[in-house]
Each structure stands twice: as structure tokens, then as C-alpha cells.
């Protein structure tokens, strides 16, 4: 289940029109044409997909009217449903404050994710390279930054191709398992590289690590002093595990627990 997000005007419907390859949505130049969360069913290489065109998120102070609070509720509810959302924002204005809010819910619900950057093909590329706009878009969305880009335009179809493939990859990303032996070899490797800083003068020790969930990923860590693993210190656990192991397109989460002194 493949929730499309974005503000609108975007393009959300058109890109589903385009995976779909035919006129389903209603497309329209007036922002917020789709006011409720319309499901389509596809198949790429025969495997099914449903797509939900979810309405354009507004601004909170332009959503005084009933309609608009209901599409902004029915879309929180579908991202939540779904298995992975695709977060729209319009290649020609980059990454704004809108699009940093509704990548922000996406990352709050812990779903997996693709930043699609449709409508390319109006983009000046003059002295632009793919990576500094990328690194432009990062900036924005600077919590997302596992989140793969995919510029595309919907209009014209031009990379269409490459967005089931990525769905697929980042989905089987979010379910991977990593055994607890080849998570302990990492754990040894990065206390080596940086251990925890002293806690109230006391060293705090990492016993071992442990993965406890999928969909996102979810890894707790055993220690001596639960305060003492900063948030720093988790960012860069979670930094080694993604270069480590990969994790594309997902969130990590991060678990503490304390243990008594282990001898």
C-alpha cells in the first residue's frame, strides 16, 4: 500500500496516472482538486500495488473549512495505513517549509519513504548538478536524509521506470533482520572507533545489541547506564548501522535498557 503525499498542485494525481497509464484521477491546474484519498490498483512485473492519492496537506491557517479538515485527517490516517508514502514536492520550487511539515508527519508515523521530485523537466539545469540539488533538498528535510531521491516527471513519464523497483527496495529494506551475532561484531567495531563519553565519572558500558522489530527497524541496546548513551551517541550508532547494513528508505529506531553491573 503506497501513500502519495505532497502539498498541493504538486502532481500527486498525475503521478498516478502515470504508474497507472491511464486517466483515473481527475487532473486539474486548481490546487486541491482531490479532496479525498482515491485507491487505484496496479501491477508492475506482475506484482499488485495499490496507490493512494491522498489530498494536497495545506497550511494549518487555510484549513478552516470542513472539507479541508476532513482530506487533512483522511490523509494522516492513510499514511498511517500504508506500507511506504511517497512525498511529492515540485522539483521547479525545491524543498519549502510545507513540504518540510508533511515529510516531518511522514518521519513522525516511522513509515518508510522516497522523496519523488516531479516536474523535472522545468527545472533550469544550467550550471546544476544532481548532487548539490540533492544536497539542497537534504538541507530542508535534513531528518530524512535516508530517504532516496528520484527526480521524475509525471507529465512527460520520464523516469517512471525506476519508482516500482525503489518502492520494492526500500520496502524489503524496512523488513530486513540482521542476526545478533553480526550486530554485536558491529558493536565491538564502533566502541573501538568511539566509545560512550563518562557518565557522572563512570564509564558506561555497552553490553550488546539486539534487533527487535521491522517495519521500521527497531534495535535495542543493553548498557550499565542508561542516561549516560547520549542522542548524540545514538545518531552515530544509527549513522554505523546504515552504512553498515543499509536500511535505505527507512526509519531506525533505537532502544536503551539498563542492566545491573555485569562481571
Request: charged share 30%; glycine share 4%.
Given at each position: 500500500?503506497?501513500?502519495?503525499?505532497?502539498?498541493?498542485?504538486?502532481?500527486?494525481?498525475?503521478?498516478v496516472?502515470?504508474?497507472?497509464?491511464?486517466d483515473?484521477?481527475i487532473?486539474?491546474?486548481i490546487?486541491?482538486?482531490?479532496?479525498?484519498?482515491?485507491?487505484?490498483?496496479?501491477?508492475f512485473?506482475?506484482?499488485?500495488?495499490?496507490?493512494?492519492?491522498?489530498?494536497?496537506?495545506?497550511?494549518?491557517g487555510?484549513?478552516?473549512?470542513?472539507?479541508e479538515?476532513?482530506?487533512y485527517i483522511r490523509?494522516?490516517?492513510?499514511?498511517?495505513?500504508?506500507?511506504i508514502?511517497?512525498?511529492?514536492?515540485d522539483a521547479?520550487e525545491g524543498?519549502?517549509?510545507?513540504?518540510?511539515?508533511?515529510?516531518?508527519?511522514?518521519?513522525?508515523a516511522?513509515?518508510?519513504?522516497?522523496?519523488?521530485?516531479?516536474?523535472?523537466?522545468?527545472?533550469d539545469?544550467t550550471?546544476?548538478?544532481?548532487e548539490?540539488y540533492?544536497?539542497a533538498i537534504?538541507?530542508?528535510?535534513?531528518f530524512?536524509r535516508?530517504?532516496?531521491?528520484?527526480?521524475i516527471?509525471?507529465m512527460?513519464?520520464q523516469?517512471m521506470?525506476k519508482?516500482?523497483?525503489?518502492?520494492?527496495?526500500?520496502?524489503?529494506?524496512?523488513?530486513k533482520?540482521?542476526?545478533?551475532n553480526?550486530?554485536?561484531?558491529?558493536?565491538?567495531?564502533?566502541i573501538?572507533?568511539?566509545?560512550p563519553?563518562?557518565y557522572r565519572?563512570?564509564?558506561?558500558?555497552?553490553y550488546y545489541?539486539?534487533?527487535v522489530?521491522?517495519n521500521?527497524?527497531g534495535?535495542?541496546?543493553f548498557t550499565?547506564q542508561k542516561?549516560?548513551?547520549?542522542?548524540q551517541?545514538?545518531?552515530?550508532?544509527e549513522?554505523?548501522?546504515?552504512?553498515?547494513f543499509?536500511?535505505?528508505?527507512t526509519?531506525i529506531?533505537?532502544?536503551?535498557?539498563?542492566?545491573?553491573?555485569?562481571?
Amino acid at each position: 500500500r503506497v501513500s502519495i503525499v505532497g502539498k498541493p498542485n504538486v502532481g500527486k494525481s498525475t503521478l498516478v496516472n502515470a504508474l497507472l497509464s491511464k486517466d483515473r484521477m481527475i487532473v486539474s491546474n486548481i490546487p486541491g482538486t482531490t479532496r479525498d484519498a482515491v485507491d487505484s490498483v496496479c501491477s508492475f512485473y506482475k506484482k499488485k500495488y495499490t496507490l493512494v492519492d491522498t489530498a494536497g496537506i495545506r497550511r494549518k491557517g487555510k484549513m478552516a473549512r470542513t472539507v479541508e479538515r476532513y482530506s487533512y485527517i483522511r490523509t494522516m490516517i492513510n499514511v498511517e495505513e500504508s506500507d511506504i508514502a511517497l512525498i511529492v514536492i515540485d522539483a521547479s520550487e525545491g524543498a519549502v517549509e510545507l513540504d518540510q511539515k508533511i515529510a516531518g508527519f511522514v518521519y513522525s508515523a516511522r513509515k518508510p519513504s522516497i522523496i519523488i521530485m516531479n516536474k523535472w523537466d522545468l527545472v533550469d539545469k544550467t550550471d546544476l548538478s544532481i548532487e548539490n540539488y540533492e544536497k539542497a533538498i537534504y538541507r530542508k528535510l535534513w531528518f530524512m536524509r535516508y530517504a532516496p531521491i528520484i527526480t521524475i516527471s509525471a507529465m512527460s513519464k520520464q523516469r517512471m521506470t525506476k519508482v516500482f523497483p525503489i518502492i520494492d527496495n526500500v520496502i524489503a529494506e524496512a523488513g530486513k533482520r540482521i542476526t545478533t551475532n553480526k550486530l554485536n561484531l558491529f558493536l565491538k567495531e564502533i566502541i573501538a572507533l568511539k566509545e560512550p563519553v563518562l557518565y557522572r565519572k563512570r564509564r558506561v558500558k555497552i553490553y550488546y545489541i539486539t534487533q527487535v522489530k521491522t517495519n521500521p527497524p527497531g534495535f535495542t541496546i543493553f548498557t550499565n547506564q542508561k542516561e549516560g548513551i547520549t542522542a548524540q551517541y545514538l545518531r552515530f550508532i544509527e549513522r554505523n548501522l546504515r552504512e553498515k547494513f543499509g536500511f535505505v528508505g527507512t526509519p531506525i529506531d533505537i532502544y536503551v535498557r539498563q542492566r545491573g553491573n555485569k562481571k
